[in-house]
């Protein structure tokens, strides 16, 4: 067996060994000091949701409209909620003052940009992944923050708020004058109306989700039970402590298994087809280097003399 033949055959089996190695990576379900179990890493609509609902806060980025930053990013620290403990609504609420440097800014201009990481549940830290590992989820959601003005509404993000921050009842009053404990600071209960919805929660590079997806806190469509009131085990979204997973199937190729194969068995084709070609040249010259070897000069002559054409 020559070199050539030696290393295409190396090659094919490394290949053969990775997609059978790829095909059964798994992924272990993510603890965290919030007592919930993480949903399987590839429905990333339902682990965008979980890792909104088990955070509490991230940080803001307006465009400054103040001073020598105006035009620039800024970011802040802002408390959010999505909804009370078990209760995922999906809409990100905030109470935030009028004083307050990134609303100064949404005046302006409402875009932002809001990131939360999974290092605030712990689990990051368990495992020693660094909050820029990509298996530390981390969500960016870009949109534009809107004030809410429905007294419904109002109250749909009092309890939202003030059940993950209870230090935050005394910011806030209904009296319209806005007499609220701390002074006339004027807090209000704002939105993220959501466009984009980025994350990255594991190798291979980060996902959008669609709003749809979001909506219905899964990447699963034709799923009704998944509304956005509350995220649903049953439904396949979330696991609930007492039934964990001892760890979870990673599909990296997307369930396109038949795509994968064929277009492995084109490239190995391709490969071996000009490998062949490459060798058999070689072997062709070398045979015709031996031949002409064998021949006599007027043989020689006939092969490298052209043909004498007299014109008359």
Same mark, same amino acid.
């Given at each position: 067996?020559?070199?050539?033949?030696?290393?295409?055959?190396?090659?094919?089996?490394?290949?053969?060994?990775?997609?059978?190695?790829?095909?059964?990576?798994?992924?272990?379900?993510?603890?965290?000091?919030?007592?919930?179990?993480?949903?399987?890493?590839?429905?990333?609509?339902?682990?965008?949701?979980?890792?909104?609902?088990?955070?509490?806060?991230?940080?803001?980025?307006?465009?400054?409209?103040?001073?020598?930053?105006?035009?620039?990013?800024?970011?802040?620290?802002?408390?959010?909620?999505?909804?009370?403990?078990?209760?995922?609504?999906?809409?990100?609420?905030?109470?935030?003052?009028?004083?307050?440097?990134?609303?100064?800014?949404?005046?302006?201009?409402?875009?932002?940009?809001?990131?939360?990481?999974?290092?605030?549940?712990?689990?990051?830290?368990?495992?020693?992944?660094?909050?820029?590992?990509?298996?530390?989820?981390?969500?960016?959601?870009?949109?534009?923050?809107?004030?809410?003005?429905?007294?419904?509404?109002?109250?749909?993000?009092?309890?939202?708020?003030?059940?993950?921050?209870?230090?935050?009842?005394?910011?806030? *009053?209904?009296?319209?004058?806005?007499?609220?404990?701390?002074?006339?600071?004027?807090? +209000?209960?704002?939105? &993220? !109306? $959501? =466009? @984009?919805?980025?994350?990255?929660?594991?190798?291979?590079?980060?996902?959008?989700?669609?709003?749809?997806?979001?909506?219905?806190?899964?990447?699963?469509?034709?799923?009704?039970?998944?509304?956005?009131?509350?995220?649903?085990?049953?439904?396949?979204?979330?696991?609930?402590?007492?039934?964990?997973?001892?760890?979870?199937?990673?599909?990296?190729?997307?369930?396109?298994?038949?795509?994968?194969?064929?277009?492995?068995?084109?490239?190995?084709?391709?490969?071996?087809?000009?490998?062949?070609?490459? *060798?058999?040249?070689?072997?062709?010259?070398?045979?015709?280097?031996?031949?002409?070897? +064998?021949?006599?000069? &007027? !043989? $020689? =002559? @006939?092969?490298?003399?052209?043909?004498?054409?007299?014109?008359?």
């Amino acid at each position: 067996m020559n070199t050539t033949r030696l290393l295409f055959l190396l090659l094919l089996s490394s290949f053969l060994s990775l997609l059978v190695a790829a095909s059964n990576i798994t992924s272990t379900p993510h603890h965290g000091n919030t007592g919930i179990i993480s949903p399987s890493y590839s429905d990333k609509a339902a682990t965008a949701r979980w890792l909104v609902h088990n955070t509490n806060w991230g940080t803001m980025s307006t465009i400054s409209s103040r001073g020598q930053t105006n035009g620039k990013p800024f970011s802040n620290i802002a408390s959010f909620s999505d909804g009370s403990p078990g209760q995922s609504t999906g809409k990100l609420y905030f109470l935030r003052s009028a004083l307050d440097a990134s609303m100064i800014d949404i005046q302006h201009n409402d875009a932002v940009s809001f990131a939360v990481s999974e290092v605030q549940t712990g689990y990051c830290q368990g495992q020693n992944f660094d909050a820029e590992d990509p298996r530390c989820a981390r969500l960016s959601l870009s949109g534009r923050l809107k004030v809410v003005t429905s007294q419904d509404e109002i109250e749909i993000a009092k309890n939202a708020i003030f059940a993950k921050h209870p230090g935050m009842k005394g910011w806030y *009053s209904d009296d319209k004058k806005g007499d609220d404990a701390m002074g006339d600071h004027d807090f +209000k209960f704002w939105t &993220l !109306e $959501l =466009e @984009e919805i980025w994350l990255v929660d594991f190798f291979g590079g980060p996902a959008l989700i669609s709003l749809d997806a979001w909506n219905r806190g899964t990447d699963k469509e034709g799923v009704t039970a998944i509304l956005p009131e509350s995220i649903s085990s049953d439904a396949g979204s979330s696991v609930q402590v007492g039934s964990e997973p001892s760890s979870y199937q990673v599909n990296i190729f997307g369930g396109n298994y038949w795509l994968v194969m064929a277009v492995a068995f084109i490239g190995i084709f391709t490969f071996g087809f000009v490998l062949g070609r490459s *060798s058999g040249r070689h072997s062709f010259s070398t045979g015709s280097f031996e031949k002409l070897n +064998k021949t006599n000069d &007027l !043989e $020689l =002559e @006939e092969i490298y003399e052209p043909s004498r054409i007299t014109l008359t």
